[in-house]
């Protein structure tokens, strides 16, 4: 199985900030990753899909980047609704695998 | 607005089977056009998602490999919906259950869960 590794598992910013999470596959995956988020109780939504394009509806503040093994997730301007744990995908083969998740909490 | 929403006991014992379903309202989950998969994927407590299996309208199905030997899912296109059936559960499936449509790119191979249900929590014990 492809292994993802997320960075970090956890991180504390301010509104208006920005961050960037970070996402590492074991064996190269081409762009096929993607990014979700995710708040308790309720359904995880997709933001990014092969790796850098922007699902409908998402705000601009969100982007990703990468191919290969090395993937990352910005947020700019943050906003509170942003608050929220993170995880990526990789969908280039099965299993698809998922990382472990980052939390993003308010400063 | 495509909407999910999974079903089911929220309580299995061990050595048991977990039956779940999902329904899909607001589009028909044998749609043409667009190449849909639907997906089932469940998150352990404190663990990362971990991807379940997928069955396409005709019946096509992918499945975990470490979950195979206990694994069904099935597709019911009359009722829309899916279900999932896992055998000789023990506590290490206890876990938020999702169902998710999982969409195809129309260009190369790459494809993302799209539209997700709330999820159910299943917990696994005497």
């Known amino acids: 199985d492809i292994q993802m590794t997320q960075s970090p598992s956890s991180l504390s910013a301010s509104v208006g900030g920005r961050v960037t999470i970070t996402c590492r596959a074991s064996q190269t995956i081409s762009n096929y990753l993607n990014w979700y988020q995710h708040k308790p109780g309720r359904a995880p939504n997709l933001l990014i899909y092969?790796?850098?394009s922007l699902h409908s509806g998402v705000p601009s503040r969100f982007s990703g980047s990468g191919s290969g093994t090395h993937f990352t997730l910005t947020i700019t301007s943050l906003q509170p609704e942003d608050f929220a744990t993170y995880f990526c995908?990789?969908?280039?083969?099965?299993?698809?695998?998922f990382g472990q998740g980052t939390k993003l909490e308010i400063k | 607005q495509l909407h999910l929403q999974e079903s089911g006991p929220g309580l299995v014992k061990p050595s048991e089977t977990l039956s779940l379903s999902c329904s899909v309202s607001g589009g028909s989950i044998s749609s043409s056009g667009y190449s849909y998969y639907w997906d089932w994927i469940r998150q352990p407590p404190g663990k990362g998602p971990e991807w379940i299996g997928s069955i396409f309208h005709s019946g096509s199905i992918y499945y975990n490999p470490s979950l195979k030997s206990r694994v069904t899912i099935s597709v019911d296109t009359a009722k829309n919906h899916f279900s999932l059936k896992l055998s000789s559960v023990t506590a290490a499936d206890t876990a938020i259950y999702y169902c998710a449509r999982r969409q195809n790119s129309a260009h190369d191979r790459n494809n993302w869960l799209d539209s997700w249900g709330q999820g159910i929590l299943v917990t696994v014990s005497s």
């Open positions: 092969a790796a850098s």
């Open positions: 995908q990789q969908s280039y083969t099965v299993p698809h695998t």
